[in-house]
């Protein structure tokens, strides 16, 4: 799947963000996180405790191709190809678990199970 990917020399752009702490849970704005192998979107809630809901938000489609776009001057393809939504919560035993979120809900998405 990633064979055109260089997976032997990863690099990351520099990731920057202001985290919000209170009452042991760790608050996390809308966060990009960009490499030359996959890139990243996520926010949500992590917690010392339980209430962990994160949003993850992975577009599979290959990072240097929207690089080249960039550099051409071209806007990068929003939404196009295969995008993974996914969602990192606590389960019953306060284990975070990843799972697949098809109704793209994300952490705002159900008000009502938090």
Known sequence: MFRKRN??????????????????????PEMNIESSAIN?????????????????????????????????????????GIVLYLRARDDKNGDVKIVWDPLHKGPDGDKEDK
């Not at 990731?15 to 760790?26: A, D, H, M, Q």
């Not at 938000?57 to 929003?78: D, H, I, S, T, Y």
């Open 7 to 28: 997976l032997d020399h990863i690099y990351f752009e520099p990731v920057s963000n202001v985290l919000t702490i209170k009452n042991g849970k760790v608050s996390i």
């Open 40 to 80: 990243l979107s996520l926010n949500g809630t992590y917690a010392f405790g339980p209430g962990t809901d994160i949003g993850i938000v992975v577009p599979l489609r290959n990072p240097q191709k929207v690089a080249e776009r960039k550099a051409k001057g071209l806007k990068p393809k929003k939404n196009k």
